[in-house]
């Protein structure tokens, strides 16, 4: 904790300076907390007892902590900010709130998907929007995670997304485009700000106007070998896609490499994305209906959501005006 109230009931904010050695009382549940000034984590608030307390739930890591703090000094210089501001009738603290409307959550360990769900939707209800920054353990790498995809965002021009912290480059990080191919690994593309550039406007960069860009992704070769080693393993997932193609009369090992294409899809979950309030029925159909048409199936470009959208809409221009310029054939 960076935040305690004193005797007199004033708020002492260790992001503003170090305070005399007195009683300190958590904002929150008025339990009494000690100030820690140490050497290895930097002057911070402890609860004595955390039974009685149902905002805090266990006693924060260095990262954390440092995360807040570097965030905090960051986005001062250009936004009002508040570090651990109590929200009574979310019954949570919000680790940074940005111009009154905005919650920062500085994440740096696991939570259950459930606990992440209840945390985002109280944000939503009560009229805040809540961004998730996430510490090292819950950075992206090879694959998504179930928890990971409840983190992910959504923008026309950057796809899915998500928000790395970085401590020791003091960096914000911006993995965007993600996509994941049919044996779940991942594809995606990056951006970074340092801690001392605009923070605010690096935030709000997947909802800018800008240049789409795209990635290539080579195709993977003998797809039906690969997934024959799935099946002998028992891959759970292989076996369901298997025997759903049976139903439909085919089977996967055989199949060509092409059949397969495009092998970098959308990530989806059962139940939605937490984060996510865009409708994605219509990208997915869109994304979909781009590769039916592409001729060279060993590379596949992937491009931003809007692009798909547009080359539907272009799709169904053009043939509407081919309708209108030719009779119909009886
Ligand atoms: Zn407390």
Request: proline share 4%; hydrophobic share 35%; aromatic share 12%.
């Amino acid at each position: 904790m960076l935040v305690a109230k004193n005797k007199a009931g004033e708020l002492i904010n260790l992001l503003e300076g170090l305070p005399q050695k007195t009683t300190f009382f958590c904002p929150a549940c008025g339990e009494a907390v000690r100030f820690r000034h140490g050497s290895v984590m930097r002057p911070h608030f402890a609860h004595i007892s955390l039974q009685n307390c149902r905002f805090y739930n266990e006693n924060e890591s260095a990262e954390h902590l440092s995360l807040k703090a570097e965030l905090y000094a960051g986005l001062s210089r250009t936004e009002r900010v508040a570090v651990e501001q109590v929200l009574p009738q979310l019954g949570q603290i919000a680790d940074l709130l940005v111009n009154e409307k905005l919650a920062l959550e500085v994440q740096c360990s696991r939570l259950s998907e459930n606990h992440l769900r209840e945390r985002t939707q109280a944000y939503q209800n009560n009229g805040f929007q809540v961004l998730w920054l996430l510490g090292k353990k819950l950075w992206l790498t090879r694959r998504l995670s179930n928890l990971q995809k409840q983190l992910l965002y959504f923008s026309q021009n950057m796809g899915f997304h998500l928000w790395e912290l970085d401590l020791d480059r003091h960096c914000l990080r911006l993995k965007y485009l993600i996509y994941e191919d049919i044996f779940g690994k991942v594809y995606y593309q990056t951006k970074t700000c340092p801690f001392a550039a605009n923070i605010m406007d690096f935030l709000r960069l997947p909802y800018r106007r800008q240049t789409l860009l795209s990635y290539q992704v080579k195709q993977h070769q003998q797809v039906g070998l690969a997934v024959q080693k799935q099946l002998m393993a028992g891959n759970l997932h292989w076996l369901r896609q298997q025997e759903l193609a049976y139903s439909q009369g085919r089977n996967l090992i055989v199949q060509s490499d092409a059949d397969f294409f495009p092998q970098v899809r959308p990530p989806e979950v059962k139940g939605g994305f937490c984060q996510i309030q865009a409708d994605l029925e219509s990208f997915y159909a869109a994304f979909f209906h781009y590769y039916q048409h592409q001729e060279n199936k060993t590379v596949q470009t992937l491009y931003p959501p809007a692009f798909y959208d547009k080359m539907r809409s272009n799709h169904i221009i053009s043939r509407k005006e081919k309708n209108t310029d030719r009779p119909a054939e009886s």
